[in-house]
C-alpha cells in the first residue's frame, strides 16, 4: 500500500506515520521542513506546501491513500489552513487521485454533533466554548466536513473530541450520527489507530464517525 501522509511533522500526523511504516507501507510526507521529520530516512519526503497544487500533486503521485492531520496550530486565531488546504486537495485528487482520503476532523464539525449530549453540556459547548476558545477551529473543521462531503472522493473524517497525549486504551466509543453521551476525550494513539484501521476498510467510507472514551 503506498500512502501519502499530510501533516507528518504534527503529533498525530507523526503518530500515523509512524504506524504506516509498521504496517509496511510505502509512505511519502509532504512537509515544509524536512529536517524536523522524524522519519525522513524512512520515507519519501516532498517538500513543500499543501497550499500549492503543483507541491501537492507530487506528493500525491502514486499513492493509493492520503491520511491527513492537517489542522491549525493556534485556536485562539484565524490560520485558515483547512479552508486554504482542502480545495487544493480535492482538486488535485479529483484530477490526478488518488480517490481516497482519511482526514482528521474534530466533533465540532457538523452542527448536529452534540445532539447526544446533556442538554446542559450542549448548551454550554455550543452557546459558549464553539463561540469563544474553539470559534476557529470550529470553522476549520466545518469548512472541511463541507468540501470532503460535497467531493464525490472516497472520504472519511474521523472526528474526536478533545485529543490528549495518553497512551492508547485500546477501546472507545464509535458513533456515526453524533459524539457519544458525555464523550470528552480520547488519545490521539486510538485516533491514529482508528485512522490507520480505514486504510483498507470500508465502513466509513463517504461518512464522517466520532469517537470518543
Not at 107 to 112: I, K, L, Q, S, W
Not at 123 to 145: C, G, I, N
Not at 147 to 159: A, K, N
Not at 179 to 185: A, M
Amino acid at each position: 500500500m503506498r500512502v501519502t501522509i499530510l501533516g507528518a511533522n504534527g503529533a498525530t500526523g507523526g503518530l500515523l506515520t509512524e504506524r504506516s511504516l509498521a504496517a509496511g507501507y510505502e509512505v511519502t510526507a509532504l512537509v515544509r521542513r524536512p529536517a524536523e521529520l522524524r522519519f525522513k530516512e524512512k520515507v519519501r519526503v516532498v517538500q513543500g506546501s499543501v497550499f500549492e497544487p503543483e507541491d501537492v500533486a507530487r506528493a500525491l503521485e502514486g499513492s493509493e491513500v492520503v491520511l491527513s492531520a492537517l489542522g491549525a496550530h493556534s485556536p485562539l486565531r484565524n490560520e485558515n489552513v483547512l479552508p486554504r488546504a482542502i480545495p487544493v486537495l480535492v482538486a488535485v485528487m479529483r484530477e490526478k487521485g488518488p480517490g481516497r482520503v482519511i482526514a482528521l476532523g474534530s466533533a465540532g464539525a457538523r452542527g448536529d454533533s452534540l445532539k447526544l449530549q446533556p442538554a446542559w453540556r450542549r448548551w454550554l459547548v455550543e452557546r459558549v466554548v464553539y463561540r469563544t476558545a474553539l470559534k476557529w477551529p470550529v470553522h476549520e473543521q466545518t469548512v472541511q466536513y463541507l468540501r470532503l462531503s460535497s467531493s464525490g472522493l472516497d472520504w472519511t473524517m474521523v472526528m474526536p473530541p478533545m485529543l490528549t497525549n495518553g497512551r492508547a486504551k485500546g477501546s472507545y466509543r464509535v458513533d456515526g450520527e453524533a459524539l457519544p453521551r458525555n464523550g470528552g476525550w480520547i488519545s490521539r494513539e486510538d485516533v491514529a489507530e482508528f485512522m490507520m484501521r480505514q486504510v483498507e476498510g470500508r465502513e466509513w467510507v463517504r461518512k464522517g464517525v466520532y469517537l470518543s472514551y
